[in-house]
């Protein structure tokens, strides 16, 4: 059930970026610290990209938009959970290895929560959860002093439904760029 | 404090009082099983002045106040057979039993020459044939500025409830709230207050910073909240004359959950940091800050009892969000599941339970609960006994009490996708009922008697 609706999650979040994003094990190539030139007749997509090809450039590397597209900006909880699942465990090795290569950047993580909750218990439980992600990056060897955290509750839903697939979507851990990016 | 005092000799007085009088006199029941509304003539205000439409827009805001309780049947007054009335000359009885009228409220309206209108009335016991005396008087008078003619009614329907049901006067009063505008994805959040009754709404700050959770002092001056201003979320005190918003305190993290103790002079509160949330006893005065809970699991919203010595707080140490209660004082208590422990888990039946806050009167805490994909308001006895529920929809949320502890102030959202509207409910469960507002609403708090 999570899985399958982490996929869409994942899947909502490339249709709001953009088609270029198709790379379902993108973890590789987090260790090229060049310019990604991805050229166009050598896809690195394993999926079909019929619909629209990925553009003759990628994102800049070390842009926002590679941090989006090439890492994950989000993990996604269970209902009233904060344990960080494989899954959300190699987005953030993901995370921590792009910040290696990105030393200036600075993060605010968000700890979020959906809406079948009150108010104050998921301020303190969107704390929580942004804490965890915190965490677990810091033992990835990412300096604490580049983290910053914040508890949203849920007051900053990303999806605006009232359903078990937008609560899914709206449980996650932010990371948000805050300084630092090559735009 | 003295205010304080004058209202707790009240609370003790009102019952003696009350079986005073003549078996015959009139006296509304509040928590009677079998409910019928006691029937209640508020005919149109004598008119000693000009302005005969603020006599009448008083006379319609003591009804809808009285109405609003659910406790009364407003008379229509097409059924009215004397139409003579006047507050200086006792009223026919056999007219008003004809109709059935159980009481029967005359007034007066004058405009006075310093520009000021005073408001006179008298409540009549139409079986018993006699005045109700209020106060050991038989009517009262009250004089203000005409804007502020709203409150003179809210008064009255004060006096008016207190003489027949015995309970603590709570229309003259405000409730603060949150209101909402724009999408889910990115909604706008202000401060907002109005009177008890929906009138007078005015927003307090400009919505660029999200604010939740407001709560007012027991001086109805000031409130507390929390707000995201620079970015982090923290406690702050609001003063409502002047605007001036104040940061509470220097703590690391983040701050929430904020809650004026009885009597005002501190605030609890919640810091979370590290993941770890732990609830604060600040002392306004000196600025100390107090931990009250020592625990890795969740630990937040307080509410502190009426003589301060507990508070109640979620905390879901067991697993689950539930409510607790702990000594002021960090003391170990002799908890309700039989044993001695710092904090006393009071809910043990199934579902989740947040948001407590403890009742004016003492016995009861009025909470959320979560099951089965539905939300409930309910209180429970602070020994976790006499659990019963009032209301129930898709979500309602974040209960407050009037100062009286006769009405819970909630915000609801009828079905998915709905937004957050305000609503009351009488502890009887009876009379669930729409708060007015002019956009989206949620966290109401309802203020102290006003002055």
């Known amino acids: 059930m999570k899985t399958t609706l982490k996929i869409t999650a994942a899947a909502a979040v490339v249709l709001a970026v953009g088609a270029c994003a198709s790379k379902p094990e993108p973890v590789e190539q987090v260790e090229e610290k060049a310019p990604v030139e991805v050229v166009d007749n050598t896809p690195t997509v394993t999926e079909p990209v019929d619909t629209k090809p990925v553009g003759p450039t990628g994102p800049v590397a070390g842009s926002l938009e590679d941090f989006r597209v090439n890492v994950g900006e989000r993990v996604y909880f269970d209902l009233n959970g904060y344990r960080l699942d494989s899954d959300d465990q190699e987005i953030l090795k993901r995370q921590a290895a792009w910040l290696e290569s990105y030393p200036a950047v600075r993060i605010l993580v968000a700890g979020n929560c959906d809406e079948r909750g009150t108010r104050e218990y998921n301020l303190a439980l969107g704390e929580r959860r942004a804490s965890i992600v915190k965490d677990y990056l810091v033992s990835l060897g990412v300096n604490p002093s580049r983290i910053d955290t914040i508890s949203y509750g849920k007051e900053r839903p990303i999806a605006a439904g009232s359903d078990e697939q937008a609560w899914a979507l709206n449980r996650n851990g932010f990371t948000q760029l805050v300084s630092g990016t090559t735009s | ?451």
């Open chain 2, 1 to 451: 404090m003295t205010r304080i005092l004058t209202m707790l000799m009240l609370a003790v007085f009102m019952p003696l009082s009350l079986a005073l009088p003549a078996a015959a006199q009139l006296q509304v029941r509040v928590d009677e099983g079998n409910f019928k509304p006691t029937p209640l003539a508020i005919p149109d205000f004598e008119v000693r002045g000009e302005n005969a439409e603020m006599a009448q827009n008083i006379a319609d805001v003591v009804r809808a106040d009285l109405e609003s309780t659910g406790l009364f049947d407003i008379q229509n007054p097409a059924s009215f057979i004397q139409k003579d009335l006047s507050i200086d000359v006792q009223p026919r009885f056999p007219d008003w039993r004809i109709i059935q009228t159980e009481g029967l409220v005359v007034g007066a309206y004058e405009e006075l020459p310093d520009g000021k209108i005073a408001v006179s009335f008298r409540l009549w016991d139409v079986y018993g044939g006699e005045v109700m005396r209020i106060n050991g008087q038989p009517g009262r008078r009250l004089t203000t500025t005409p804007d502020n003619w709203r409150r003179i009614a809210h008064k009255i329907a004060d006096s008016i409830y207190t003489r027949l049901t015995g309970e603590d006067p709570y229309f003259d009063t405000r409730i603060v709230y949150i209101a909402e505008t724009g999408p889910k994805t990115e909604r706008v959040k202000r401060l907002a207050i109005m009177d008890s009754d929906g009138a007078n709404q005015q927003y307090l700050t400009p919505g660029t910073n999200t604010v939740l959770t407001p709560r007012f002092s027991p001086s109805a001056q000031e409130i507390t909240y929390m707000s995201y201003e620079g970015g982090r979320p923290r406690v702050y005190l609001f003063n409502i004359e002047t605007g001036r918003q104040e940061l509470l305190g220097n703590f690391p993290g983040m701050t929430f959950a904020p809650r004026f103790s009885r009597d005002g002079q501190s605030v609890l509160l919640t810091q979370a940091q590290g993941g770890n949330s732990e609830i604060y006893l600040m002392n306004l005065r000196t600025r100390q800050s107090r931990r009250l809970t020592d625990h890795p699991a969740i630990d937040t919203s307080p509410s502190m009892s009426p003589d301060g010595r507990a508070i109640v707080f979620t905390s879901d140490r067991g697993g689950s969000p539930q409510l607790y209660i702990m000594n002021t004082d960090g003391s170990p208590r002799t908890c309700p599941s039989g044993g001695r422990d710092v904090a006393c888990r009071i809910t043990f039946n199934k579902g989740q339970y947040s948001t407590p806050v403890w009742s004016p009167r003492g016995d009861l805490v009025a909470f959320t609960k979560q099951l089965g994909g539905r939300f409930y308001i309910g209180v429970i006895g602070i020994d976790g006994k006499g659990e019963r529920l009032l209301t129930e929809s898709y979500l309602d949320e974040g209960p407050d009490w009037s100062p009286n502890g006769r009405v819970i102030v909630y915000f609801r959202e009828s079905r998915p996708g709905a937004g957050p509207q305000l609503w009351s409910v009488d502890l009887s469960g009876r009379n669930e009922r729409r708060v007015q507002t002019q956009t989206d609403a949620s966290d109401p708090a309802w203020s102290p008697l006003l002055e």
